[in-house]
């Protein structure tokens, strides 16, 4: 249907390592965006991407969209432990304006 | 001040009662949503409207309803509560525009005992 799959659905890192998240669809997505929400916190908008083979950067953290646009990733170099918290990716639903999250990631950072 | 405020922000009720929740926002969106938040399956829309006279369900409506009574304010109720609709409850707005960007309230946490 129009679900998205993330997996992992949790990761535990050592402060210092790399970490990514994946975003799967089977049916092409129009748009893919990814939230971040803290522990005790709401989803706080990270990015959109739109077109096909995307790749943006927000300073450690880089997001792509795949050629196909059926898939996304985040992947954020050397984690801090800031960067805790539940990653969730989202995608757009046609032109009815409704964003259907897929069950995110939560990321621990042990410092 | 939040751009999105939700009352109760927690809220204890029993079987049965009828609960409502609340959502304002000061962004001057037209569009609101609401979510529901359970652990492992992500966030999963409830209801959503894009101005004061649209009202569309979405994937978990079955036990819920809503009323936006203005452009700033959407609430959804609980007609008789049950105990798998404890959860955590969000609002979100957002622009009519490319990005679609949502902005969340800070969450109401209803337990149904």
């Known amino acids: 249907g129009q679900q998205v799959m993330q997996i992992p659905q949790y990761q535990h890192v050592q402060e210092g390592e790399d970490f990514t998240t994946y975003c799967n669809s089977s049916?092409?997505?129009?748009?893919i965006q990814w939230y971040k929400q803290r522990p005790g916190g709401h989803p706080v908008f990270l990015i959109q991407?739109?077109?096909?083979?995307e790749v943006k950067k927000q300073k450690r953290l880089t997001f792509q969209f795949g050629e196909a646009k059926k898939n996304s990733s985040l992947h954020i170099t050397a984690t801090q432990t800031t960067d805790v918290g539940t990653y969730f990716c989202?995608?757009?639903?046609?032109?009815?304006?409704?964003?259907?999250f897929g069950q995110g990631t939560t990321l621990q950072v042990k410092p | 001040d939040a751009d999105v405020t939700q009352t109760p922000r927690n809220r204890i009720t029993k079987t049965g009662k009828r609960i409502m929740l609340e959502c304002s926002q000061t962004k001057g969106h037209d569009r609101m949503y609401w979510y529901r938040q359970d652990p492992g399956l992500g966030l999963r829309l409830i209801y959503y409207?894009?101005?004061?006279?649209?009202?569309n369900k979405g994937e978990i409506s079955d036990g819920y309803s809503v009323s936006r009574q203005a452009q700033a304010k959407f609430s959804l109720s609980l007609e008789s509560a049950i105990p798998n609709q404890t959860a955590l409850y969000f609002c979100?707005?957002?622009?009519?525009?490319?990005?679609?960007?949502?902005?969340f309230g800070e969450g109401s946490r209803l337990t149904v005992l």
């Open positions: 991407l739109v077109k096909s083979g």
């Open positions: 979100a707005t957002s622009a009519y525009s490319n990005t679609g960007e949502l902005f």
């Open positions: 409207s894009f101005d004061v006279k649209d009202i």
């Open positions: 989202a995608r757009g639903s046609g032109n009815t304006g409704k964003l259907i």
């Open positions: 049916t092409t997505l129009s748009n």
